[in-house]
């Protein structure tokens, strides 16, 4: 049973649907409780985290005006960054590997998302995203449906070009005891 219920949850992780709490520039009721729901969604991730282990991997996707796409997986192990890998591609094409890091390695390229655990993101989000003046941004914050960290950015007002700033989690899967990372 519960073996089925952590693969339940695995797999839902990976398709997750959106909740989100949004922002256009007013202050509202929901703005003002973007700090209190990020601080709930920290809690409920420490959670996951301590009764599954920190071990996960996420990605981060970045699609460009030109239509270049790029990917980065970073793997997490014992709550540190141990391997990310870098896959680009052209609009209509299949995604290739452009490159892998291990441990000794991280940092090597600059290429790709930034070397994080879901912890730093979510320390990123409170103290670089969320502390914007809401009269020059709009803030996004949306979690999925367990309540974990999807999309945290801000939209400086009246911007013309690469205007959106932030934190997008593309997909989030925590290995069940039997796949669990060594």
Known sequence: MRIAMVLLITLSLVGCADFALINRGNTTIVDKNMPSALANSLRTWSKLKRQYGANYSYERHVTTSSGHNNNTILHIEDDRVEYRDYFEWQEGYMPTLSWSESFADLGRH?????????????????????????????????????????????????????CKQGIRISGLRIPTESTQLK
């Open 110 to 162: 600059n290429q790709g998302a930034a070397i994080k655990t879901i912890d730093q993101l979510y320390v990123q989000c409170q103290q670089q995203i969320l502390s914007k003046p809401r009269a020059d941004f709009s803030i996004q914050l949306a979690l999925d449906q367990f309540n974990i960290l999807k999309q945290c950015s801000s939209i400086k007002i009246a911007c013309v070009t690469d």
